[in-house]
T-cell receptor, first 112, second 111 residues
Framework: DSGVTQTPKHLITATGQRVTLRCSPR?????VYWYQQSLDQGLQFLIH???????AKGNILERFSAQQFPDLHSELNLSSLELGDSALYFC???????????FGSGTRLTVV | LAKTTQPISMDSYEGQEVNITCSHN???????ITWYQQFPSQGPRFIIQ???TKVTNEVASLFIPADRKSSTLSLPRVSLSDTAVYYC????????????FGTGTRLTIIP
């Protein structure tokens, strides 16, 4: 157990639907990062939050949004889902980048 | 951001020492070099981090020359369970907001 909790572990939904992925960071970590990993692809950075504020965006689609709540958990919202959105979505947390990121076990999203 | 270049894949036999080299020609002065390991369908796992010279932990060693334009991850006496994708990347002291993983090196250990 890495200390980063992601729910749900698996999600199957239809095209056009909306889903919410949840991440609870490791205790004490203020930063939360979201990554997308499609089949046999590298990890694509989506967005970074630090203590409730958005710090940086990667190639995140306009259909996707995220937020970090006062208790530091974060949610990634994916809407108008397309088949190509099927992927593993990872959340990571850190105190500072210097000490590396701790990743959760991911949410596998399948859009049918 | 430091752009990194690694071999796409490597094969090695069990019991051998494996060295994976990463090039990062434009690494920033305050960037550390960090290596991660990823097994299929799992999140990446932090392996080792260093700034310069040599760092060793219970899992691996990391060699960074004085010019810091490259680094080498050394895995001693690999086993089948070391088969994974290995990523190197630069990260700053205060968090690299757009930390991006490259394609990594797919290491396959042969019995």
């Amino acid at each position: 157990d890495s200390g980063v909790t992601q729910t749900p572990k698996h999600l199957i939904t239809a095209t056009g639907q909306r889903v919410t992925l949840r991440c609870s960071p490791r205790s004490g970590d203020l930063s939360v990062y979201w990554y997308q990993q499609s089949l046999d692809q590298g990890l694509q950075f989506l967005i970074h939050y630090y203590n409730g504020e958005e710090r940086a965006k990667g190639n995140i689609l306009e259909r996707f949004s995220a937020q970090q709540f006062p208790d530091l958990h974060s949610e990634l919202n994916l809407s108008s889902l397309e088949l190509g959105d099927s992927a593993l979505y990872f959340c990571a947390s850190s105190v500072e980048g210097r000490y590396g990121y701790t990743f959760g076990s991911g949410t596998r999203l399948t859009v049918v | 951001l430091a752009k990194t270049t690694q071999p796409i894949s490597m094969d090695s036999y069990e019991g051998q020492e494996v060295n994976i080299t990463c090039s990062h020609n434009n690494i920033a002065t305050n960037d550390y070099i960090t290596w991660y390991q990823q097994f299929p369908s799992q999140g990446p796992r932090f392996i080792i981090q260093g700034y310069k010279t040599k760092v060793t932990n219970e899992v691996a060693s990391l060699f960074i020359p004085a010019d810091r334009k490259s680094s080498t991850l050394s895995l001693p006496r690999v086993s089948l369970s070391d088969t994974a994708v290995y990523y190197c990347l630069g990260s700053s002291n205060f968090g690299n907001e757009k930390l991006t993983f490259g394609t990594g090196t797919r290491l396959t250990i042969i019995p």
